[in-house]
């Protein structure tokens, strides 16, 4: 028989950050906290992510000592799709809300591009994983995806640079979490 009973879990999540641009820092520490109602094969919820990286600094007149900075935020609804196999459970992760890419910036001297910004707008998640049963309510995990900050744009307020604002684009950032998942 087909259970449609839905339980409510609680994952919490470690990991890292890469903004897949070689002028920047490789990776940042991500946090993220997500609540769901999981069924079956499949679960809706929300997530809170912060990327939680160096602010940055800038010396106009020693560029050799720039240091690269990398944060951001969001706050999304996800829809999940999960295998019924045990002992591992596979699945696939899609989200959409609204967050802001803080700060994106280059982590040596003038050469590189400058600092990047968002204004506050969609972002978009995509992600795979595995978890696995570690007791009968907790599960640990892994997981692999992307997210999509819109409307970035050059920091017309960083200093050293004179370059003028573009339009918006989309920075894309890839995601690894290491997970803790636990349900009542």
């Given at each position: 028989?087909?259970?449609?009973?839905?339980?409510?879990?609680?994952?919490?999540?470690?990991?890292?950050?890469?903004?897949?641009?070689?002028?920047?820092?490789?990776?940042?520490?991500?946090?993220?906290?997500?609540?769901?109602?999981?069924?079956?094969t499949a679960a809706a919820g929300v997530?809170?992510?912060?990327?939680?990286?160096?602010?940055?600094?800038?010396?106009?007149?020693?560029?050799?000592?720039?240091?690269?900075?990398?944060?951001?935020?969001?706050?999304?609804?996800?829809?999940?799709?999960?295998?019924?196999?045990?002992?591992?459970?596979?699945?696939?992760?899609?989200?959409?809300?609204?967050?802001?890419?803080?700060?994106?910036?280059?982590?040596?001297?003038?050469?590189?591009?400058?600092?990047?910004?968002?204004?506050?707008?969609?972002?978009?998640?995509?992600?795979?994983?595995?978890?696995?049963?570690?007791?009968?309510?907790?599960?640990?995990?892994?997981?692999?995806?992307?997210?999509?900050?819109?409307?970035?744009?050059?920091?017309?307020?960083?200093?050293?640079?004179?370059?003028?604002?573009?339009?918006?684009?989309?920075?894309?950032?890839?995601?690894?979490l290491l997970t803790l998942e636990w349900s009542?």
């Amino acid at each position: 028989m087909l259970s449609l009973i839905a339980t409510l879990a609680w994952e919490l999540s470690v990991g890292a950050a890469n903004p897949m641009r070689d002028y920047v820092p490789s990776w940042a520490p991500v946090l993220s906290l997500r609540a769901t109602v999981q069924w079956p094969t499949a679960a809706a919820g929300v997530r809170a992510l912060a990327i939680v990286g160096p602010e940055g600094y800038w010396d106009c007149d020693h560029p050799e000592r720039y240091e690269g900075g990398f944060q951001g935020w969001g706050l999304l609804a996800e829809g999940e799709l999960h295998a019924k196999t045990a002992p591992g459970q596979g699945f696939l992760r899609g989200a959409l809300g609204i967050g802001q890419l803080l700060h994106l910036s280059p982590d040596h001297g003038f050469s590189s591009p400058p600092a990047l910004v968002a204004s506050l707008g969609p972002v978009l998640r995509g992600s795979a994983g595995v978890r696995f049963a570690i007791a009968r309510e907790y599960r640990l995990g892994a997981e692999a995806g992307l997210l999509a900050f819109t409307g970035a744009d050059y920091d017309s307020t960083a200093p050293c640079y004179s370059q003028p604002a573009s339009p918006g684009s989309i920075v894309v950032v890839a995601l690894i979490l290491l997970t803790l998942e636990w349900s009542r």
